[in-house]
Protein backbone atom coordinates (compact mmCIF):
# COMPACT_ATOMS: atom_id res chain seq x y z
CA UNK A 1 0.00 0.00 0.00
CA UNK A 2 1.56 3.21 -0.89
CA UNK A 3 2.00 6.08 0.93
CA UNK A 4 -1.45 8.01 -0.45
CA UNK A 5 -3.58 5.69 1.44
CA UNK A 6 -5.08 4.26 -1.47
CA UNK A 7 -6.37 0.17 -1.66
CA UNK A 8 -4.86 -2.22 -3.04
CA UNK A 9 -4.65 -2.27 -6.89
CA UNK A 10 -7.62 -3.47 -8.18
CA UNK A 11 -6.02 -6.47 -10.43
CA UNK A 12 -5.01 -7.89 -6.72
CA UNK A 13 -8.38 -7.40 -5.13
CA UNK A 14 -9.72 -9.39 -8.29
CA UNK A 15 -7.28 -12.08 -7.97
CA UNK A 16 -7.67 -12.41 -4.13
CA UNK A 17 -11.60 -12.52 -5.14
CA UNK A 18 -11.25 -15.14 -8.03
CA UNK A 19 -8.89 -17.64 -4.76
CA UNK A 20 -11.61 -16.73 -2.25
CA UNK A 21 -14.47 -17.90 -4.59
CA UNK A 22 -12.60 -20.79 -5.84
CA UNK A 23 -11.80 -21.88 -1.83
CA UNK A 24 -15.00 -20.97 -0.76
CA UNK A 25 -16.68 -23.26 -3.61
CA UNK A 26 -14.44 -26.28 -2.66
CA UNK A 27 -14.98 -26.54 1.38
CA UNK A 28 -18.67 -26.07 0.95
CA UNK A 29 -18.55 -28.73 -1.56
CA UNK A 30 -16.23 -31.01 1.49
CA UNK A 31 -18.15 -29.58 4.22
CA UNK A 32 -21.88 -31.09 3.02
CA UNK A 33 -19.52 -34.31 1.12
CA UNK A 34 -17.97 -34.60 4.51
CA UNK A 35 -21.30 -34.18 7.30
CA UNK A 36 -23.15 -37.01 4.80
CA UNK A 37 -20.10 -38.88 5.60
CA UNK A 38 -19.71 -38.97 8.66
CA UNK A 39 -23.31 -39.14 9.49
CA UNK A 40 -23.07 -42.57 7.48
CA UNK A 41 -19.75 -43.63 9.23
CA UNK A 42 -20.67 -42.35 12.57
CA UNK A 43 -17.46 -40.84 12.47
CA UNK A 44 -17.00 -37.58 15.12
CA UNK A 45 -13.62 -37.47 13.34
CA UNK A 46 -15.42 -36.76 9.85
CA UNK A 47 -18.20 -34.63 11.39
CA UNK A 48 -15.25 -32.42 13.04
CA UNK A 49 -13.36 -32.36 9.84
CA UNK A 50 -16.71 -31.46 7.87
CA UNK A 51 -17.86 -28.58 10.22
CA UNK A 52 -14.18 -27.13 10.19
CA UNK A 53 -14.29 -27.10 6.24
CA UNK A 54 -17.68 -25.31 7.27
CA UNK A 55 -15.88 -22.66 8.96
CA UNK A 56 -13.80 -21.99 6.25
CA UNK A 57 -16.51 -21.59 3.95
CA UNK A 58 -17.61 -18.38 6.21
CA UNK A 59 -14.30 -17.35 6.72
CA UNK A 60 -13.55 -17.35 2.81
CA UNK A 61 -17.30 -15.33 2.76
CA UNK A 62 -15.86 -12.74 4.94
CA UNK A 63 -12.64 -12.53 3.53
CA UNK A 64 -14.64 -12.30 -0.03
CA UNK A 65 -16.90 -9.61 1.47
CA UNK A 66 -13.53 -7.73 3.25
CA UNK A 67 -11.70 -6.91 -0.01
CA UNK A 68 -11.60 -3.70 -0.32
CA UNK A 69 -12.93 -2.46 2.21
CA UNK A 70 -11.36 -0.42 5.07
CA UNK A 71 -8.83 -1.76 8.04
CA UNK A 72 -11.53 -1.70 10.48
CA UNK A 73 -13.88 -3.70 8.66
CA UNK A 74 -10.85 -6.24 7.65
CA UNK A 75 -9.89 -6.13 11.81
CA UNK A 76 -13.71 -7.04 12.52
CA UNK A 77 -13.69 -9.47 9.87
CA UNK A 78 -11.18 -11.24 11.23
CA UNK A 79 -12.45 -11.29 14.63
CA UNK A 80 -15.29 -12.32 13.51
CA UNK A 81 -14.20 -15.62 11.76
CA UNK A 82 -12.08 -15.91 14.94
CA UNK A 83 -15.12 -16.29 17.25
CA UNK A 84 -16.88 -18.60 14.82
CA UNK A 85 -14.24 -20.95 14.85
CA UNK A 86 -13.77 -21.09 18.60
CA UNK A 87 -17.78 -21.72 18.47
CA UNK A 88 -16.79 -24.34 16.00
CA UNK A 89 -14.33 -26.30 18.15
CA UNK A 90 -16.27 -25.84 21.32
CA UNK A 91 -19.43 -27.62 19.67
CA UNK A 92 -16.85 -30.25 18.06
CA UNK A 93 -16.06 -31.15 21.47
CA UNK A 94 -19.23 -31.24 22.75
CA UNK A 95 -20.33 -33.97 19.94
CA UNK A 96 -17.60 -35.97 20.59
CA UNK A 97 -18.90 -36.19 24.60
CA UNK A 98 -22.43 -37.16 22.92
CA UNK A 99 -21.04 -39.99 20.75
CA UNK A 100 -18.84 -41.48 23.20
CA UNK A 101 -21.69 -41.48 25.92
CA UNK A 102 -24.53 -42.96 23.51
CA UNK A 103 -21.29 -45.04 21.69
CA UNK A 104 -20.78 -45.04 18.20
CA UNK A 105 -19.24 -47.06 15.43
CA UNK A 106 -17.59 -45.51 12.88
CA UNK A 107 -16.68 -46.97 9.63
CA UNK A 108 -12.83 -46.72 8.86
CA UNK A 109 -13.47 -47.09 4.95
CA UNK A 110 -15.79 -44.20 4.79
CA UNK A 111 -13.63 -42.24 7.41
CA UNK A 112 -9.70 -43.31 5.29
CA UNK A 113 -11.82 -42.09 1.86
CA UNK A 114 -13.51 -39.15 2.70
CA UNK A 115 -10.34 -37.77 4.56
CA UNK A 116 -8.08 -38.62 1.40
CA UNK A 117 -10.76 -36.55 -0.50
CA UNK A 118 -10.37 -33.64 1.96
CA UNK A 119 -6.83 -33.78 2.26
CA UNK A 120 -6.18 -32.88 -1.85
CA UNK A 121 -8.93 -30.34 -1.75
CA UNK A 122 -7.31 -28.83 1.38
CA UNK A 123 -3.79 -29.14 -0.26
CA UNK A 124 -4.81 -27.25 -3.44
CA UNK A 125 -6.50 -24.47 -1.36
CA UNK A 126 -3.74 -24.12 0.91
CA UNK A 127 -1.37 -23.38 -2.19
CA UNK A 128 -3.60 -21.09 -3.92
CA UNK A 129 -3.37 -19.28 -0.78
CA UNK A 130 -0.08 -19.70 0.21
CA UNK A 131 0.42 -15.95 -1.29
CA UNK A 132 -2.17 -14.29 1.29
CA UNK A 133 -0.32 -15.96 4.30
CA UNK A 134 1.71 -12.89 5.18
CA UNK A 135 -1.08 -10.54 3.82
CA UNK A 136 -4.19 -8.68 5.82
CA UNK A 137 -5.21 -9.80 8.97
CA UNK A 138 -8.27 -11.16 6.93
CA UNK A 139 -6.26 -13.44 4.89
CA UNK A 140 -3.64 -14.44 7.35
CA UNK A 141 -6.65 -16.17 8.85
CA UNK A 142 -8.24 -18.24 5.88
CA UNK A 143 -4.61 -19.56 5.51
CA UNK A 144 -4.71 -20.45 8.98
CA UNK A 145 -8.35 -22.04 8.68
CA UNK A 146 -6.34 -24.46 5.57
CA UNK A 147 -3.65 -25.16 7.69
CA UNK A 148 -5.30 -26.67 10.17
CA UNK A 149 -7.80 -28.21 7.87
CA UNK A 150 -4.87 -30.46 6.34
CA UNK A 151 -3.64 -31.36 9.67
CA UNK A 152 -7.04 -32.45 10.87
CA UNK A 153 -7.19 -34.52 7.56
CA UNK A 154 -4.12 -35.95 8.29
CA UNK A 155 -5.68 -37.18 11.83
CA UNK A 156 -8.80 -38.30 10.53
CA UNK A 157 -6.92 -40.66 8.16
CA UNK A 158 -4.53 -41.97 11.13
CA UNK A 159 -7.50 -42.54 12.77
CA UNK A 160 -9.44 -44.67 10.10
CA UNK A 161 -6.62 -46.63 9.60
CA UNK A 162 -6.58 -47.55 13.71
CA UNK A 163 -10.17 -48.39 14.09
CA UNK A 164 -9.93 -50.44 11.11
CA UNK A 165 -6.47 -52.13 12.70
CA UNK A 166 -8.11 -52.00 16.23
CA UNK A 167 -11.84 -52.87 15.55
CA UNK A 168 -12.38 -50.28 18.33
CA UNK A 169 -14.37 -46.71 18.12
CA UNK A 170 -11.37 -45.15 20.29
CA UNK A 171 -9.49 -43.61 17.46
CA UNK A 172 -11.76 -41.52 16.35
CA UNK A 173 -13.13 -40.51 19.64
CA UNK A 174 -9.36 -39.17 19.88
CA UNK A 175 -9.34 -37.42 17.03
CA UNK A 176 -11.93 -35.50 17.21
CA UNK A 177 -11.03 -34.14 20.27
CA UNK A 178 -7.95 -33.38 19.13
CA UNK A 179 -9.64 -31.75 15.63
CA UNK A 180 -11.75 -29.41 18.04
CA UNK A 181 -8.62 -28.42 20.45
CA UNK A 182 -6.71 -27.53 17.74
CA UNK A 183 -9.32 -25.34 16.05
CA UNK A 184 -9.75 -23.87 18.92
CA UNK A 185 -6.17 -22.83 19.21
CA UNK A 186 -6.49 -21.87 15.84
CA UNK A 187 -9.76 -19.54 16.64
CA UNK A 188 -7.08 -17.91 19.35
CA UNK A 189 -4.40 -17.61 17.05
CA UNK A 190 -6.61 -15.63 14.84
CA UNK A 191 -8.55 -13.31 17.20
CA UNK A 192 -5.10 -12.55 18.96
CA UNK A 193 -4.03 -11.26 15.34
CA UNK A 194 -6.59 -9.76 14.90
CA UNK A 195 -6.58 -7.94 18.26
CA UNK A 196 -2.58 -6.84 17.59
CA UNK A 197 -4.05 -5.46 14.33
CA UNK A 198 -6.41 -3.45 16.05
CA UNK A 199 -3.80 -2.01 18.68
CA UNK A 200 -1.41 -0.70 15.96
Known sequence: MSDCGCGPPATVNAQERRIL?????????????????????QSTGLLADALDMLSDATAYSIGLLAIGRSARFKINAAYLSGSL???????????????????????SGWMIG???L???????VLRLLAPMKSGEVHLR?????????????????????????LRV???????????????????IEILRDA????DE
Open 195 to 198: RSEA
Open 118 to 124: SLIVNLV
Open 85 to 107: LLLLGVAVLVEVGRRVAIGAEPL
Open 21 to 41: IIALTLNAAMAVIGGVAGWIA
Open 169 to 187: PYPDFVIGTLIGLYVIKEA
Open 141 to 165: ATWLFTRADVVANLGVILAGLLVLW
Open 114 to 116: TAL
